[in-house]
């Protein structure tokens, strides 16, 4: 099923949730709401469900207004952040509800009920934990049980509001990676609600970055990352620095007197000492040992902390820590760089960016 949003406007009192706000989502397709608390993401999705009514605008349900169609007739799955299991009920009376609340004329036998309700248990790997109480389960049994009822009345649309909000990062690792292959295989259209951007970038077919009741930016994973359409979309995915400084005739310049740094920003070509930021995300640097004259920041490492195979340094600028809005300036680079080089706490070294992102203030 597609779903086409137009126009769609949400006020709570004098705030604003939802700014007149357009989305095409294509029918199959599993697409992530991202942006930090108070966006206006789960707001969306809300009425999307029709748990919400909108002040304005309209949804469409593959062409047909759908705009004031009741919950219950819109053929909707809703997985919340919290499971909302009944708890008095087992495993399998959990997934059978929502068919046994079906209309008699709708309802399905119970033959058929007990099938449905195997297979799904089956497709969410948890056959065995039918007859158990949600007590008895882990939180990451728990919300597939939460997903095996909502796919048991057959959705058109499956709606999912920080599904995994409340698990451990490795059961939210294995869950997201779980529900990419479900969706694969039911090929639903699904739309997934998310403040956690590792998590949109790595289960969504595409990503529609919220900011202030706003759609900053709708694309892949790759084109948002890649190629972030606003500085708040750059700032807000992934790990950046962000340096103040003056943009002019295609470069920016960041510091003063000796510790100056350019950074090329042909995009700005025609800026006359401009007022600009740039951002440079902390494996974009090049790290060395500072030597006095060549160009670069001169920094001094404050800690390094070492996993696996990446080195994460946390640096301060000698003498201009206004370069950046943050005192901290992070890196990143190879453990095997790290070690090779040598480097220790207090150490002098320079930075340069390989990449960054400038952006002139209006």
Known sequence: MSIEIRNIHKQFGSFTALGDVSLDIHSGELIALLGPSGCGKTTLLRIIAGLENADGGTIFFSGEDTTHVHVRERQVGFVFQHYALFRHMTVFENVAFGLRVKPRAERPSEEQIKKKVHDLLNLVQLDWLADRYPSQLSGGQRQRIALARALAVEPKVLLLDEPFGALDAKVRKELRR?????????????IFVTHDQ??????????VVMNKGQVEQIGSPQEVWEH????????????????????????????VNEQTLSVASPEFQDAQDAKAFAYVRPHDFDVRRYVPGDAGLHVHLIRAIVVGPIARLELEAVGQTSASSEKIIEAQISAHQFYEQG????????????????????
């Open 198 to 207: 590792e998590e949109a970038l790595e289960v969504a077919d595409r990503v």
């Open 178 to 190: 779980w529900l990419r292959h479900l969706h694969d295989d039911l090929n639903v259209t699904t």
């Open 228 to 255: 972030p359409a606003s500085a708040f979309v750059y700032g807000f995915l992934g790990d950046v620095n962000l340096f103040h400084g003056r943009a002019h005739e295609g470069e920016m310049h960041i510091g």
């Open 343 to 362: 480097f220790a706490q207090g150490d002098s070294l320079l930075l340069t960016p390989r990449k960054a992102r400038v952006f002139v203030e209006s």
